[in-house]
T-cell receptor, first 113, second 115 residues
Framework: GENVEQHPSTLSVQEGDSAVIKCTYS??????FPWYKQELGKRPQLIID?????GEKKDQRIAVTLNKTAKHFSLHITETQPEDSAVYFC????????????FGKGTHLIIQP | DAGVTQSPTHLIKTRGQQVTLRCSPK?????VSWYQQALGQGPQFIFQ???????QRGNFPDRFSGHQFPNYSSELNVNALLLGDSALYLC??????????????FGPGTRLTVL
């Protein structure tokens, strides 16, 4: 089955700086790679996703890049703000329309004022 | 437009008991997936239901079973509870795409504590 590795587990950046979180996956059949943000005690919320036919996607301060050959994808947050502090999870599907997502272990992003 | 809802919010059970958790999908969605999230970990896929049938299953024992109703709502049942079943149980709803994984939206979760 799919295996998703995520790092770092904790990332502390100064407000206004950029943050990068990286994930690797094992199943070459995977086609869909979402990123979720989870604040303490709340549900995971989708912040951006990317499909295998696209190499990069951007939404305001957030961007995701995908390298299918190397089987890795990354989340980039620019101009970080205090409200960006949360746990971020990357995930991958199983390919072929099999929708069960395999999640990474999460990155605790801390924005220092 | 209601989002994904789950009930109950919290539940406390003892070892060996059985529990049923409920989920109502987002309006317009027909597929429900269930995940278990242990403290400090990412969600783990349990199974997915579409057209009242289990479409895909993760690596969970048969003690975990589910059901989907004609209105697309779903239940997760766990029998013979173990201490290790204590976790946040999340359901996610989506619109079925046979060859393309659709975006999944999560509910607020049910916090299960097994004593």
């Amino acid at each position: 089955g799919e295996n998703v590795e995520q790092h770092p587990s904790t990332l502390s950046v100064q407000e206004g700086d950029s943050a990068v979180i990286k994930c690797t996956y094992s199943d070459s059949a995977s086609n869909y790679f979402p990123w979720y943000k989870q604040e303490l005690g709340k549900r995971p919320q989708l912040i951006i996703d990317i499909r295998s036919n696209v190499g990069e996607k951007k939404d305001q301060r957030i961007a995701v890049t995908l390298n299918k050959t190397a089987k890795h994808f990354s989340l980039h947050i620019t101009e970080t703000q205090p409200e960006d502090s949360a746990v971020y999870f990357c995930a991958a599907d199983s390919g072929g329309g099999a929708d069960g997502l395999t999640f990474g272990k999460g990155t605790h992003l801390i924005i220092q004022p | 437009d209601a989002g994904v809802t789950q009930s109950p919010t919290h539940l406390i059970k003892t070892r060996g008991q059985q529990v049923t958790l409920r989920c109502s999908p987002k309006s317009g969605h027909d597929t429900v997936s269930w995940y278990q999230q242990a403290l400090g970990q990412g969600p783990q896929f349990i199974f997915q239901y579409y057209e009242e049938e289990e479409r895909q299953r993760g690596n969970f024992p048969d003690r975990f079973s589910g059901h989907q109703f004609p209105n697309y709502s779903s239940e997760l049942n766990v029998n013979a509870l173990l201490l290790g079943d204590s976790a946040l149980y999340l359901c996610a709803s989506s619109k079925q795409g046979w060859f393309v994984t659709d975006t999944q939206y999560f509910g607020p979760g049910t916090r299960l504590t097994v004593l």
